[in-house]
């Protein structure tokens, strides 16, 4: 926490960054994800100094405890995705297998197919009524 910029003895990068931003007092709270550092929320104050209250600082500490719930929802949430994803792939490799075992093993009489319990999807390029559908 910096309550006046001008006050402190600044890294270069701090120096940079002042420079450029023009702040006068910032605070930062770090963010940890699966406890390791992932980043830093940042308030800062561009018109001059100032002393932060205790309840602002309590107030960007529940701030960043939020942000590391958000993030890792949105990773959980992707992890899930990914997951139906692959277990829906499986689930019809399985279907065409068990389509290809009963075909092999059923013997339509008379020339007929037989009764598939589902259907497949048409490849993306084939339409209703054109040469390719079925």
């Keep these: 926490m910096v309550n006046d910029t001008e006050q402190i003895e600044k890294t270069p990068l ?3 960054c002042s420079q450029r931003s023009l702040f006068r007092a910032g605070m930062g709270i770090g963010l940890r994800l699966n406890g390791e550092m992932f980043g830093v929320l940042i308030a800062q104050q561009c018109c001059g100094p100032r ?22 929802q949105g990773q959980l949430y992707r992890q ?20 290809a075992a009963d075909a092999r ?29 079925v």
């Design 51 to 72: 002393q932060w209250e205790p309840f602002e600082i309590e107030l960007m500490e529940q701030l960043a405890t939020q942000v590391e719930i958000a993030i890792q």
């Design 14 to 16: 701090m120096r940079e």
């Design 105 to 133: 093993t059923s013997k339509p009489e008379s020339g007929e197919r037989p009764a598939s319990p589902c259907r497949l999807p048409r490849p993306a390029d084939s339409y209703p009524g054109d040469a390719n559908g």
């Design 80 to 99: 899930v995705q990914t997951f139906a994803a692959n277990l829906e792939c499986q689930v019809e490799e399985r279907t065409a297998e068990l389509h």
